[in-house]
Each structure stands twice: as C-alpha cells, then as structure tokens.
C-alpha cells in the first residue's frame, strides 16, 4: 500500500529504522520543493510549469575497522515501504565501505522551534501582478517592433534535516529570478536585465522593458572596436559572473592538494597572502538580510570540503577576502584539520563583495569614464588555466562605448580571457554594494550582493561576431 | 599518437551480462497504465485537445575516489510523473511525484490551470506535427552489464586499482577518480494512442593524475568518453583502459617540462577525443531549430545558422558531411521514441559543407513544415527527468569519416609546422555559436610531419565558418571515436542531456593559437 509520510515522520521513521537495524548513526535530509515558471520568447509565452518535488537522503553510519564508514542513499517520491528499503540499503552501503576519511562524530542539536511546520510551497499565484505586466509588456513590444525573450522562475525548499543525535532542523527558503532579453527588430542589437527577488512582489515587467527600451536606444549608434585591453565598467552582474566563479574555488582540500589558484607554491594553501593592495573584502553569512542561505550544513555527498558527517553544522558568518588579503578557505571539519586552521568554514549559498569608501552607481563609474567600454554581463565562462584562475567567456546582449562619461553607441562583443584573483588587484573604481543577478549562474546562484568595478585593462582577446 | 581503442571481450565476470537486456522488472510494476489513463482522462474531460502523461525512474549513482581513498558514494533515484497538454491552443504544463491517480489527476488539472494562466500571454496556437501511433512499444538501450547489479565494493575495488596504477607512478601527485552511471526507465502516453516503455543506460568516468611542481602545477584526465554502455566499459569493453592507464604519468610528466607555446597561426589536426567538443558547440547547438528561431535567445542563446540560410551557408569546407542522428548503438542521445512519441531517425544536417537540416521537435515541425521540406518531427524532444517539461534537444551530432581516409598519422604528415591535439579540457563559445576557444589535454608539436614532443599553454580559437571552411581533411572510418557528455545544459528552467559525437581525426589549415600565460597578462 502506498502510504505518502510527512517529512517529520519520514525522519522519525528512518532514524528509527536505522537504529533498529545497529546503525550507529544516521542523518536523515528531506527536501520539499514546489517551483512554478513563465518563459517567452519573440514577443509570446513558449513553455510554463508548475512542478512539486520530494527527495529523502538518509546518512548511515556504522564502525569500520578503527574508523567509521558511511552509505548514502536518496530517493524521491519515498513512502512507507520504501523508507525502509532505503534505510537498508544506506546500512548496508555503509557496511561495505571502508573507515571514511572524513568521519567525525554526527553533530549535536536540539529541536528547532518551527520543527512541527508543513513545508511552505509555491503557487502560480505568485505571478498575480507580474504576469499581468508581462502581458502587457510583451504587447507593448510588438507594437514597437522589438522582441523579448525572458523566463520568470519562483520557488520554495522546504528542508528538513535530523540525526540520531537529537538534531531537528527545518527551514524555508523562498527564491525567485526573472531574466529578460531585448532585441531590435532586425535582432542586430540586443540589451539584458535580470533581477533576483523573493516573492515577484517588487518586480516589474513593465519597468524592466523600459530599461531595455534604454538599452536599446543606445544602438542606434554603432561602433566597431577592436580586441585588447580596454578600460572597462563592469555592472554589479558582470562582476557577480566573475566572481561566482571565484567563490567556488576557495575550497580548502583542493587548494591544499595543489590544484587552485589558492595553492601555495611548495605545498599549503595561500590563506593569509594579500591578493590585492585594494580594500576589497568577499563574506558569507546566511542571515543576511534579503540573500538568507540555509544556516547549517547541507550534504548530500562528501567531496573536497564537503562532509556528510557535518550535516546540520552551524553556518558562522565567514570572511573569505578581507581587506585583500585571504583569509579562509571552505573546509569541513575533517578538511580543516587537514590543512591547519582552527575550525571548519563551510560554503555558504551568498557572498557579498565588497570595497571600502566603494560609492555611487554603475552609471557614476561611466559618468567617470573619459573613453572605455561598458559591458552588460558575461556568459560561457569557463577554466582556461587553474593556476592563475584564468577564465574565458564572452561579452553578451550589451556592450556600449563611453565616451565623455556618457555613454555613446553600442559595440560588438568580445571573447575575454581574465582572471577575477587578477581583477581584484586591478581594478581602480568601485561603487556600493548591491544586490546583483548572475547571468551566467544566477539562475542556481542568486544570492549574491556585488559593486561595480571599473577595471582599467579588461582583456578582450578578440571580437565575437554574435549579436 | 592518437590511442587504439579496441573492443575487448568480457572474461572472467562474475556479473551477469544482459545479452537481452529486459525493463526492469521494479519499473514494470508501477502502476504506469492506471496513472497514465487517469491522467490523460482528466486532461480530456477539462477540454485539453491534445495531453500526453510520462513515468520516469532515473536511477543514478556517483563513485568519487580520491588518492585512491573512496571520497563519496551515492545512490539517488528521481521518479516522478509529468502531464502537458494542449489546451485552449496554448501549452501548460506540471509535474508531481506521488504515484497516486489522485496525484495523476491533480497534475493533470494544474497543467490545464497553467495553460488558462498562460492564455493570455500566448499570441501562437500550438500544433503539432503528425506522427504515427506506437501502441504499447518497448526499447532498449544496448548494453551489456546493468551497472546497479554490480556490488559497490566491487566497483570501489576496480576503481582503486586504476587510482593505484597512477598514483604510485613517478612524478604523481594526487589522483581523482569519478564515476557516473544512470539507469533511466520511462514510460509515455498520450491523447493520439501512443505509449511506449523505454530503458537507457548510460555511465561517464573521469580519472586524472595531478602533478605538483616547485613553480606550477598540471593535470592529466583520461579521454575516455561517457558511453551508452553499462559496466562492462570500465573493465574493458569499448575502452583500453590498461593502455591509457599506463601512459598518463609520462604523458603528465612531459606537459609539466613541456616548453610554452608560441602564439600565432598553426595548422593542427584534431583527434576525436578533442574534436567531439568542438562539435558539440559549433554545429550541435548551432543546428537546432528552436535556437535559429530565438527560443533561447535569452538563456541558451540563437544560432548564426538561420533559417534563411537553409540550403545555402557554406558551413565549411566540402569535405564536411555531419549527421544528427538518435538510433547510433551506445550513443548517449539515442532513444527508440522521443519524448513527444516520435520514433528515432538518423538525417542530414550539413552535407557537402552546406547547411541542410535542423533538429526539431513536433512543434516546430509543424510550424515550420514547408521551410524543412518534410511535415514529420525527426524525434529531438526530451525532458531530463518528470520535472521538467520537453524541449527540443541534441541528437547525436557526428562528423562522418572519409571513406578509406587517412589515418592521424597521414594526416600528422601533411603538417609542416603545426599542433597536434588530444583530449578535451576548456571550452566556451559564444551566444550566435561563432567565436570559440578550446584547449585540450595534450598538445604535440608537429615539425615537417613529425610529433617532436608536447607544447604546454595552448588554447585555439576560431570563428565557426572560418574554421570549419578551413577542415583539409577528415581521417578514414579507423580513426572514427564516439565522443561526448553527460552534462549539456539548456532552457529554462536549466536542464541536463546527454549526447554523442562521432567524429574522425582531421586537419585544419592555419588556426589561432593562443598562449594561456600570455593571455593571463603574465
């Protein structure tokens, strides 16, 4: 009989199972998400969807030798009968590996005071303002012969973690992004903006078509420019796209092994060296206010410096660059023993850069720019060299000439070649810290707060025709 | 230079090899008839013109070893139901995971709520092409051994054996090991009559050796690609495992004294476990329909291959003869049904160096019947998993050989100055799929004819035209590989496929070389 369990008493019941079968210690993760999407393109809706999904992981433990191994297993869709199938099989696993090198004990907890609540979901209802808008918008562009492209996603994971050592925890996270493309009517040129928000309330169909009608205005010069290094504005999303990737580089085990631009040469790891004389700090911290992250560890493998056994961990506010120098790397409680720093630094679903005195808006680095380039954002960016974090990727949907502080035309694109370690060294002009949306990975990672940068020397290896 | 890849026979397994291999019984007994007519009922009796119902279990497991230490293993399994349908002209649709006819039904209606939400916005009446019914069908992927059969401490011990073999080489640092297997089983219906039950069975390893020096520091990854296969590729069958194996560490150790290279222009021919890519980026992406027509223009991006030049683009030199196909044995695209119900096919995409077909979907094909010359979808609609709706996706792309064309080594000797590349690494192209720069995991230098050793630093960049229009020579049928990736992301909301490429080595005529450090500012 198919018997569907809430998510508190899939917990109780694994745990409970686990026990019974002599595990000596289990976590058991379950995630409920709801999302709901609008998606459109020349000017009409292409595709949508409502979709509801369930996932239950459960984390074995059993002694191994002089150590401790571990089984994972995750399922969607899990009932009754099948939990306990599932909570086997995690034994079972765990039974045939050998002693985990990063097993630690399971963390401790108590029960969380909104343990007992439903998972929170969402509804195409969280389109009532914005789809209206949209509608609107997409009629407005017809009749000015210019076509949009966009997609509008919203959605909320409930999670729920618990351990054999008393650990309860639940959270919510809503998250939501629209990204919307501009083209002309003989598609030649083309302007983007993309925003994150967490319930559409504050977003605008009708206001984010205005500013690509802006955008487009500007092509009504064109200019041809030529590939090397360019003075450069880069807006809060073009930095973010830069410096996304950074981020996810800073993990501790694969610098201390040799392979990150975070590795010292001769072995360990480069925490403490200044990567920039500029007072430019990166951090995490899941409270932050408009960018909440869960707040304790979530893992569903071990790898690098990630650990099931830290499952539940609390997430402590976390400064990775600070004042240009290093300062921590991600690590596990396992990984930061490895590499010898006091305490485990987990990754954190946000970042913030920021640079002290950083003042004024996009338009007030350009308003400062005698001759240079603007760039919308960036897009297939992708490791060229590890050692230096040299990345490539192109210029995308906007890139404008400066001239006298005013914008004057619109440009062809690049291929660049750039490490963002560099950037942070190079650049001289920043502005205030915003929250910004990643083009190239914002639709995963979208907890990001970034300035604009004005970079002096962008590398624009050669000129892409695409338009 | 270029490995010999041999088929070797499976002896000694103690598993059991699927010489027919069958549904998995687990899947069969899902309630995928009562769910699918509770489903489609409903969608009907809500005044839906058109509802089709998938079931899909994708059973997934990942192998990560580290220094030969296991790092992570786990076993996930996704399954869950989709309805879409066509209602009032407009799509909607939804997704659950209960398998319920309650739930069935529930999703059914969300997906009419979210066609009659969506409405308004709609200015196109969806229709769809033509396709024949296939009644209560069954299809099979080839492959020999089902890897969730397999014990994991078996595996694990495989797997420590090859991290072994590297890491107590010489001049090895560290050693990653990954691998992925999937088992997918589907099971699709709709309003026309069609319903088919479907099992894929795909698997990717990668195992690299890093090396540590006093100023720098490089990698070497094995080439093998992903491969409709099951466990039987990791002991052998379809890769030499044992060869490749045995020369990483001197191949690493050369790339990490290897001399930097000159940037500037060099001929270089290209083996299919670097070219694969390549094809992927500047000809999969760049000939399908739903990109040319602006579908992806604010995500995945458009292609430079417009409809208007359909027939006409001179795509690349006349040697140039690329296939899209969705019924290649082990390939990772191939399918006996489609997710819209469309059986697999194989087609031209570009012949003779022109521009002659796109991949499409049973929208599209309609739409656009009398621009491709044929009213019928060639079969390229897929959704990668329950939660998320079918889109217009790769089929195995390939480049096909020269009929008794020459070997790598023939064409290594029409070089006088050139580079030599092996395996993928680096790749990134472009929103209109023109500008590209890859790099690789081997780079040898090519002097009157001759490899005299590796080059280190290299990346080659190019437009698409230009560097297909410059293609000499494509290798013989010995030097054919099926290349490709588990991981090609599209739409929105973003989702995963994998595909083939079969390509031959070839020879191309002055290409820009870049050096990486340089290009760093160092």
Request: overall charge negative.
């Amino acid at each position: 009989m198919t018997i569907q369990l809430t998510p508190q008493d899939t917990i109780e019941r694994g745990l409970a199972l686990a026990a019974a079968e002599g595990a000596d210690g289990c976590v058991v993760l379950v995630s409920e998400t709801s999302s709901t999407n609008l998606r459109w393109a020349n000017n009409t809706l292409t595709t949508n969807g409502a979709m509801r999904g369930s996932s239950v992981t459960v984390i074995a433990t059993v002694g191994s030798g002089e150590g401790t191994a571990a089984g994972v297993i995750g399922r969607s869709s899990v009932t009754e009968d099948s939990l306990r199938e599932i909570v086997s099989a995690a034994i079972a696993t765990a039974r045939s590996a050998g002693p985990a090198e990063d097993a630690r004990p399971l963390v401790d907890g108590t029960v969380g005071a909104d343990w007992d609540l439903e998972p929170e979901e969402t509804t195409v209802g969280v389109y009532e303002k914005f789809a209206p808008s949209l509608g609107e918008s997409l009629k407005q562009a017809d009749l000015e012969r210019r076509r949009l492209y966009g997609f509008a996603n919203h959605e909320v994971v409930t999670l729920y973690v618990g351990s054999s050592t008393g650990l309860r925890l639940r959270q919510a996270l809503p998250r939501g992004y629209v990204s919307s493309t501009g083209k002309n009517a003989d598609l030649s040129h083309s302007a983007w903006v993309g925003t994150a928000t967490r319930d559409f309330t504050d977003v605008d169909a009708l206001a984010l078509d205005t500013e690509l009608t802006r955008r487009l205005g500007w092509a009504s010069r064109t200019v041809s420019v030529d590939a090397g290094r360019h003075p450069t504005v880069l807006p809060p999303a073009a930095v973010a796209d830069l410096m996304t990737y950074l981020y996810w580089q800073l993990d501790g085990r694969d610098a201390f092994d040799g392979q990150t631009v975070f590795s010292k040469s001769g072995g360990g790891t480069r925490i403490g060296d200044t990567l920039s004389q500029q007072p430019v700090s990166m951090h995490s911290d899941p409270a932050l206010a408009g960018l909440e992250a869960f707040a304790f560890a979530v893992a569903r493998s071990s790898g690098g410096s990630s650990s099931v056994f830290d499952n539940g961990l609390t997430l402590q506010a976390t400064d990775w660059i600070r004042g240009g120098k290093l300062e921590h790397l991600m690590t596990s409680r396992h990984t930061a023993e490895l590499i010898g720093v006091p305490e485990a630094t987990p990754d954190i679903a946000n970042y913030v850069v920021s640079v002290d005195g950083g003042a004024g808006s996009t338009d007030d680095l350009v308003a400062g720019l005698d001759n240079g380039l603007l760039v919308t954002c960036l897009w297939y960016i992708r490791m060229v060299d590890p050692q230096t974090l040299l990345l490539t990727g192109l210029t995308r949907d906007g890139v404008y000439l400066v001239e006298g502080g005013e914008v004057a035309g619109a440009v062809n694109n690049f291929r660049f070649n750039e490490s963002p370690v560099d950037l942070l060294a190079r650049f001289t002009g920043a502005g205030a810290t915003v929250p910004s949306y990643s083009r190239e990975w914002g639709d995963y990672f979208s907890r990001t707060a970034t300035p604009p940068l004005l970079v002096p020397d962008f590398n624009m290896s050669s000129v892409s025709q695409a338009n | 230079m270029s490995l010999s890849l041999h088929r070797r026979a499976l002896s000694g397994s103690l598993y059991k090899v699927d010489t027919v291999p069958e549904v998995d019984a687990s899947f069969l007994a899902l309630p995928r008839h009562q769910l699918a007519q509770a489903a489609l009922q409903r969608a009907r009796d809500l005044g839906a013109t058109y509802a089709e119902f998938r079931l899909e279990r994708i059973r997934s497991e990942s192998i990560a070893l580290r220094d030969s230490v296991l790092e992570s293993a786990n076993d996930d399994e996704d399954l869950g139901l989709a309805v879409r349908v066509i209602h009032d002209g407009t799509w909607g649709f939804a997704a659950g995971v209960a398998l319920t006819e309650d739930e069935a039904v529930r999703v059914a209606e969300q997906a009419v709520n979210m066609a009659q939400v969506s409405r308004p916005i709609n200015a196109e009446t969806i229709e769809l092409a033509d396709e024949p019914v296939y009644d209560d069908v069954t299809w099979l992927s080839s492959y020999e051994i089902d890897p969730f059969t397999v014990p994991r401490a078996d595996k694990v011990a495989l797997l420590t054996d090859y991290s072994d073999r590297l890491l107590k080489a010489d001049g090895v640092a560290h050693v990653s090991v990954h691998v992925a297997t999937i088992h997918e089983c589907k099971y699709y219906a709709n309003t026309a009559g069609t319903s088919y039950t479907q099992q894929r069975v795909r698997i990717g390893p990668n195992i690299t050796a890093h090396a540590v020096a006093e100023d720098r520091f490089d990698s070497m990854s094995t080439c093998a690609p992903p491969a409709g296969r099951g466990w039987e590729y990791m002991t052998g069958t379809g890769w030499n495992w044992d060869e490749e194996l045995a020369q990483i560490p001197g191949w690493l150790a050369e790339k990490l004294a290897a001399p930097t290279v000159e940037a500037g222009e060099y001929d270089v021919v290209i083996d299919p476990t670097n070219l694969w890519l390549t094809i992927h980026e500047s000809i999969g992406h760049a000939t399908e329909l739903d990109r040319a027509l602006g579908y992806e223009a604010n995500y995945a991006g458009t292609s430079f291959a417009t409809t208007d030049k359909l027939g006409t683009l001179k795509y690349g030199s006349p040697v140039m003869h690329v296939t899209g196909d969705r019924t290649v044995e082990h390939g990772l695209s191939t399918v006996g049904y489609d997710d819209e119900g469309v059986a697999g096919q194989q087609w031209d995409l570009v012949k003779d160096g022109i521009l002659v077909g796109y991949q499409v979907d049973r929208r599209m094909a309609k739409k656009n019947e009398d621009l491709l010359g044929t009213p019928r979808s060639n079969g390229c609609a897929y959704a990668d998993s329950s939660g998320h709706i079918p889109i217009q996706r790769m089929a195995n792309v390939s480049l096909q050989p020269a009929a008794n064309g020459p070997s790598t080594e023939e064409l290594i000797s029409r070089v006088k100055n050139g580079i030599y590349i092996v395996g993928d690494k680096s790749w990134s192209i472009d929103m209109q799929r023109y500008n590209f720069q890859f790099t690789g995991q081997r780079f040898y230098k090519i002097v009157d004819g001759k490899i005299v050793g590796q080059l280190r630093d290299v990346a080659y960049q190019a437009t698409t035209t230009d560097f297909w229009g410059s293609m000499e020579a494509v290798g013989g049928p010995q030097t054919y590989l099926l290349g490709g990736a588990l991981n090609c992301g599209k739409a929105e909301p973003s989702q995963s496929g994998a595909v083939t490429h079969g390509c031959p080595s070839a020879l191309f005529r002055s290409v820009r070389i870049l050096n990486t450090t340089q290009e760093a500012g160092r």
